[in-house]
């Protein structure tokens, strides 16, 4: 089986994140690591190979600047097998739309069987994606899982909300997308981080996947911090805590 | 006048999907796109709403049938009334209805918005709520998902007109739903449509007891931090934060937790902050309206006296 994982670079969630005066994400002045939700499918399509049945492959697909190397190399490191990277000064600022292009023609191009994605990136917490992806390349969609099975070409996944289990399968190719609760990601290993050196990332740009420029299909018009919110009340509790409570909810006129 | 479209699901109106009525109706005439397999309580309630028309759909059994049925319709529609806007429930499943809908009919999206305007551009609060952005999109029709609680919604008496639309064509046979087991049906309102959020934390110990009890008597849903899903005290869908569900409440209510980016950045918008917690130097305290040191047995325990 080939899986392909889709990876994003992404500011390091413990860090304070700011705008640039361009009304995108200021990427310079954070570390950037690989989007915390994708380990989670790079741990799922790790141990649906960990058979190694002959011709299984795992391949991280990114689309980023140059340093996003730096996340793909940690995939690498964690047992990705190879990696293809795009990587083209025009697709700076793209949208979800221009993404999940581009996305879906590298997929294209690799006769994948399965496709596994993060729930969402924590920079700009889309979600979108996947769904995206799904819709170009008209295979079917199963976001949310908190399990996976193949068997033969069907692939079952469970997702659990509030509302509920649903399982649901799909015929193989699909695009898959996992919760955090699905598996917990290994630490790439010394012999892993040694090895991730020598695999190969391919380095593609838009017009080795056809595709041309485009054009943002959404416009920022303004972007304002916010204004440190002003420290509330705080009190402690000498036994009247919670009708304090109470009388906070009242007179906010909250219950 | 231009026209909105609104995607209302379910068996009985949510508040999320009356807001978008209000919403919509700011920037031109509101048609709600009604998927149900009981639509009269939807299109009843388009009626008590600034809607001028409502299309039902038929032919489609939406508890057997995958969002991509939905969203293959949805994007139909869209194609043959090009409306200016099409607004969507921000949950993951109307962000990705939205989501295939901008990819079929090449439109903008923009997802999360807190506010929308008559000129259509939408406002987000983003990175935790430390910025507010405002946008606009520009090619197609402005596919605009709203995160609820965010509009006051006003009753009013309209008398739309009824359209059914044939969705049978539109099925998708891609994914087969084989079981949904309902969670226990619980009185208690589900974390989108609360109003208040009380949430536990590792100071829980894992005893929701007093939590439960207390959210009870005030109408609120229960939440929790990472840890509490990790030990297994409570399940997964109940997590807000990063990794877990993004809620914005009027107020938000948070027991033993200590208040971690990961955590705030799935609350951070919510009106009112309140947190219980024993440690004075919790970085809750420093977003939090209203804070209690101490305790958070003691402090609900005497809560649930004083509203009892
Ligand atoms: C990639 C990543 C994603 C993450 N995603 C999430 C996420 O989605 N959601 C999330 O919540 N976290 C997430 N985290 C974890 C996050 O960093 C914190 O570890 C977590 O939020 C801490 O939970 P807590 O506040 O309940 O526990 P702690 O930080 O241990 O805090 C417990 C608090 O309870 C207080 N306390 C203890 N006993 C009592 C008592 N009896 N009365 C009152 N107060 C008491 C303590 O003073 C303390 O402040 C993520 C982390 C990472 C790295």
Redesign the pocket.
């Known amino acids: 089986m080939k899986i392909a994982v889709l990876i994003k670079q992404v500011p390091d969630?413990?860090a304070e994140k700011k705008m640039g005066s361009d009304g995108l994400l200021d990427r310079a002045g954070v570390d950037a690591v690989l989007n915390?939700?994708d380990?989670y499918a790079i741990e799922t399509a790790l141990q649906l190979v960990e058979a190694r049945a002959a011709g299984d492959t795992v391949t991280a697909i990114s689309m980023g600047p140059e340093r996003t190397t730096d996340a793909i190399r940690k995939a690498l490191s964690m047992g990705v097998d190879g990696a293809v990277h795009i990587c083209d000064d025009a697709l700076a600022g793209s949208d979800a739309l221009a993404t999940s292009k581009v996305l879906a023609a590298a997929i294209s191009q690799g006769e994948f069987d399965l496709v596994l994605c993060g729930m969402e990136a924590?920079d700009s917490r889309m979600g979108v994606i996947p769904a995206m992806v799904s819709e170009r390349l008209d295979w079917p969609q199963l976001t949310f899982a908190s399990e996976v099975v193949i068997q033969d070409s069907t692939i079952h996944i469970t997702r659990s909300t509030e509302s509920g289990v649903d399982r649901m399968n799909a015929q193989l190719p699909a695009v898959v997308s996992v919760v955090?609760k699905i598996f917990e990601p290994r630490y790439p290993s010394f012999k892993g981080i040694m090895a991730a050196k020598k695999k190969e990332i391919a380095m593609k740009s838009l017009s080795d996947l056809g595709l041309t420029p485009m054009d943002a299909w959404t416009k920022v018009l303004t972007s304002t911090p916010k204004p440190p919110k002003a420290a509330g009340v705080k009190i402690v509790d000498d036994g009247s805590g919670g009708e304090k409570l109470v009388a906070f909810l009242k007179e906010r006129k909250l219950i | 006048m231009s026209q909105i479209f609104i995607l209302l699901e379910g068996d009985e109106l949510s508040s999320a999907g009356a807001e978008l009525a209000i919403f919509g109706s700011r920037a031109g005439s509101v048609t709600a796109v009604i998927c149900s397999n009981n639509p009269e309580a939807l299109v009843a309630s388009a009626a008590t709403l600034p809607v001028e028309r409502v299309i039902v759909l038929t032919g489609i059994d939406f508890a057997k049938s995958s969002l991509r049925s939905v969203s293959s319709v949805l994007a139909e529609l869209v194609k043959r009334d090009s409306p200016a806007a099409l607004l969507v429930a921000s949950s993951a499943r109307g962000k990705e209805i939205a989501a295939r809908v901008a990819v079929r009919t090449e439109s903008g999206i923009v997802t999360d918005a807190i506010d929308v305007n008559a000129a259509l551009e939408a406002t987000q609060s983003i990175f935790g709520g430390s910025y507010t952005v405002s946008s606009r999109v520009t090619h197609g029709t402005s596919i605009v998902t709203m995160r609820s609680h965010c509009v006051e919604v006003t009753t009013t008496t309209s008398s739309p007109a009824v359209e059914y639309f044939d969705g049978a064509g539109y099925v998708d046979t891609q994914v087969t739903i084989t079981s949904s087991e309902p969670a226990q049906k619980s009185a208690r309102p589900s974390l989108a449509e609360a109003s208040i959020v009380v949430?536990?934390?590792?100071?829980?110990?894992g005893k929701f007891e007093l939590i439960e009890e207390f959210a009870d008597l005030i109408g609120a849903a229960v939440g929790?931090?990472?840890?509490?899903?990790d030990s297994g005290w409570y399940p997964h869908a109940y997590?807000?934060?990063?990794?877990?569900?993004t809620v914005s409440p009027q107020c938000y209510i948070?027991?033993?937790?200590?208040?971690?980016?990961?955590?705030k950045?799935?609350m951070q918008t919510a009106k009112t902050i309140i947190a219980?917690?024993?440690?004075p130097e919790?970085?809750?305290f420093e977003i939090a309206d209203f804070g209690i040191v101490?305790?958070?047995?003691?402090?609900l325990q005497s809560a649930i006296a004083a509203l009892k």
């Open positions: 969630s413990w915390d939700n380990e924590t955090e | 949430s536990g934390g590792r100071g829980t110990d929790a931090s990472r840890p509490v899903i997590q807000v934060g990063q990794t877990g569900k948070a027991c033993g937790i200590s208040g971690a980016i990961q955590h950045a799935g219980i917690n024993k440690d919790a970085p809750f101490g305790d958070l047995f003691t402090v």
